[in-house]
Each structure stands twice: as structure tokens, then as C-alpha cells.
């Protein structure tokens, strides 16, 4: 069975102020629920395309069962008020591009060995592709998948940019939304258990893994997804240029 629901009281009053948040902005449609394990620890894994994501990420999960432990970056953990949520809910905090980042994989292998569900972006920032497509991703899923061998669930979310477009645009939370959540069987990553942890293994899981959410998110849309994925480290005017991107408008 899942594990148990939060016993701290900041944890279930937050709950119920986000779930009921959420209920007021989004219409739901969920499906693939039978594909998150229902015993044991397991890795989420989903798109990222707006800020409001991870509401909804962590929505879905709760909803069925689980009490998801999102990893963010360390910085939002000393603004006032979400750095307070995000510290009495147990996020876990990422120190992206450093040393320390080491830790913060060993808490979430942690996490994960005690039957937490850990909830990843695996781009580890909203997606610069134009079109919200998912983009290349960070090695640091792989690193928790192939020390901890517990699934990883893939996950595509589609309809929460109308809500709130990327990079604070001003919101739009009436009517209420669209937003779909799809969850997909666990990427097979057996075969790559006893390789050697090098960047081709740490590249192929993160492939397998961003391929299955990119499919799934393809058949959320009804389109096709793009051959090649955007890589951002091709293109560094995008991150310089990221407050004055216009809202990607969609039906």
C-alpha cells in the first residue's frame, strides 16, 4: 500500500489549502494511476512548463495516495513564505550546479528508501523550448534510479501554463483550466543497473526516461513531438533573454 498520509499538522493544513486551491482553478483529468506502485519507494518523473507545475505534480500524487517529496532549488527554501511550506512539507532542496548537489541526491536516495515518493523535474528548470516541449535534461534522475534500482514513473502534465505562463506573466485563473496529468508505466532501466556509472549510462537513462514523458505528453497534445530535443546549452541567449519571453499562447 502507499504510504501513510503526513502525520504533521503544518503538512495536512497545507494539503488542504493547496488541494482546495487547486480544485477552485484546474479541471482535472487524470489517468494512469495504476501505474504508480503500490508498495515501495519510486521516482516521478515529469515535464516542467510552468511554475505552477509542481502544484499540480504534487496534486496528482497526494490524490492518490502518496506524499510526494519535490526536489527544488535551494533557493526558494529562504524566501518568507514558500521557503516555510516548502520546509514543512519535507521538500527537498537542490543546490544545482555545485558540489553540494551530492547531498541533495543522497536525501532523496534517502527519502526513497524509506517508500517516499520523490517527485523530479528531470530538465531541473522550466523548459526553454518555445513550444514547451520537454527539453535535454540533468544526469541527477539517473543518479537516484541506478543507486536506489526503484521505478521511475513517467509523467506528462499538459495545461497549467494557462493558468500561470512561464517566468511570472500574469496569471489567468478564471474560467478554470484544462489541465491533464497522464502517468505511464515504469522505464525499464534492469539492463543498466551493473554498468559502469559513466555519462553514457547516466545519458541512455535519462533518454529512456524523457522519451516515455515526451510520448505521453505527445498524446496528451495530439501532436508530435519535435526529432531533437531543445538543448540549452546550445542555445545560452535563451537563458539570458528567459524574463522577456512572451506567454505561449494555446488553445
Known amino acids: 500500500m502507499p504510504i501513510a498520509r503526513p502525520t504533521s499538522r ?7 489549502l493547496v488541494r482546495r486551491l487547486m480544485f477552485a482553478l484546474v479541471r482535472y483529468e487524470w489517468r494512469g494511476a495504476e501505474y504508480l506502485p503500490r508498495q515501495g519507494g519510486f521516482i516521478a518523473a515529469a515535464n516542467h512548463a510552468t511554475e505552477l507545475d509542481a502544484l499540480t505534480f504534487a ?30 512539507t519535507r521538500m527537498i532542496p537542490v543546490d544545482r550546479g555545485s558540489a553540494a548537489a551530492a547531498r541533495s ?3 532523496a536516495a534517502e527519502q526513497l528508501g524509506d517508500g517516499a515518493c520523490v517527485a523530479i523535474f528531470p530538465e531541473g528548470t522550466i523548459t526553454r523550448d518555445p513550444d514547451l516541449w520537454p527539453m535535454e535534461p540533468k544526469t541527477g534522475l539517473a543518479r537516484i534510479a541506478l543507486a536506489t534500482r526503484l ?3 513517467p509523467i506528462a ?18 474560467p478554470r483550466k484544462r489541465v491533464q496529468m497522464v502517468a505511464g508505466p515504469p522505464v525499464d532501466l534492469s539492463d543498466l543497473y551493473d554498468k559502469p556509472l559513466d555519462a553514457v549510462v547516466l545519458r541512455e537513462v535519462m533518454n529512456r526516461v524523457m522519451d516515455a514523458i515526451t510520448a505521453l505528453l505527445s498524446e496528451v497534445r495530439g501532436e508530435p513531438a519535435p526529432a531533437a530535443r531543445f538543448d540549452l546549452r546550445k542555445h545560452p541567449e535563451y537563458e539570458a533573454r528567459r524574463t522577456h519571453y512572451p506567454p505561449v499562447e494555446r488553445p
Open 157 to 174: 502534465q499538459w495545461g497549467a501554463h494557462e493558468i500561470l505562463p512561464r517566468y511570472g506573466r500574469l496569471p489567468r485563473p478564471f
Open 59 to 88: 496534486h496528482f500524487l497526494f490524490d492518490h495516495g502518496y506524499e510526494p517529496r519535490i526536489m527544488a532549488k535551494r533557493s526558494l527554501f529562504t524566501t518568507p513564505v514558500l521557503g516555510s511550506i516548502l520546509r514543512a
Open 105 to 107: 541526491l543522497e536525501a
Open 10 to 16: 503544518a503538512y495536512r493544513a497545507i494539503a488542504w
Open 151 to 153: 521505478p521511475v514513473v
